[in-house]
């Protein structure tokens, strides 16, 4: 588990910069930072690169598992895709499916993003990272309509699937129900929307912020200058 771990960021969550890293940021890689963390680029054209493209490879330390769930699952894709296209053409093909992919994508990365880009939430550097905390504080509990916590799969109980994901998915609600200490304040739809604002950690305040937190810390280095 890589939770809200600053040291090890990138792996099952939205990449997301601290204030000090981004300021220190040579000019291409901020603008190519903003451009990644705009919700126009990052619920579209990032969705569909992450699951149609970067998903079908492998990290080289994974293991013979991983490896040949991936292969095969390339395997499938093509199969499918290929048959689908020989039966109604390529032009047809697309027209479904394009529509179809960026919904499921743009959802899936949302689910995603806002299960660790929440206030209040937790971050820290690796030597202070706490497994509990960053599974209890660093994950949301996303409290979705019964319908679409049946679509889902009960993946809004994320802050007890970091804790144990060997607790299968239709188990999650029945444990936090039984026990108290999972019962955490929920993340509503309508309190998750501002998670869109969200751009950076502030490290000394040890909270998610915008880009207009970024004035306060310009500030003093203008008067100095």
């Known amino acids: 588990a890589t939770a809200g771990d600053l040291d090890r960021r990138g792996v099952g969550d939205v990449y997301t910069m601290t204030v000090e890293e981004y300021l220190a940021a040579p000019w291409y890689k901020k603008i190519g930072y903003r451009i990644m963390r705009s919700p126009m680029i990052l619920f579209t054209i990032g969705a569909m690169i992450v699951f149609v493209v970067t998903h079908r490879f492998f990290e080289a330390e994974s293991g013979k598992r991983e490896k040949s769930s991936v292969i095969w699952t390339n395997i499938a894709i093509a199969a ?8 109604i053409g390529w032009a047809a093909f697309l027209m479904v499916e394009l529509p179809i992919l960026l919904i499921a994508c743009g959802s899936g990365v949302w689910l995603f993003y806002v299960q ?4 209040p939430s937790y971050w820290e550097r690796h030597s202070n990272w706490e497994f509990f905390n960053a599974g209890m504080d660093g994950s949301s509990f996303y409290k979705l309509p019964k319908l679409l916590q049946w679509f889902t799969g009960n993946i809004g109980f994320h802050h007890i699937h970091h804790l144990s994901p060997k607790i299968p998915n239709y188990k999650l609600e029945e444990c936090h129900n039984e026990n108290p200490v999972f019962q955490i304040e929920p993340l509503t739809i309508r309190r998750s929307l501002k998670s869109l604002y969200y751009r950076l950690w502030d490290e000394k305040e040890k909270m998610l912020v915008g880009w207009n937190a ?3 810390y310009r500030m003093p280095n203008m008067k100095t200058d």
């Open 80 to 87: 499918v895709v290929g048959w689908l296209m020989l039966e």
């Open 116 to 119: 660790h880009n929440f206030d």
């Open 214 to 216: 970024l004035k306060k």
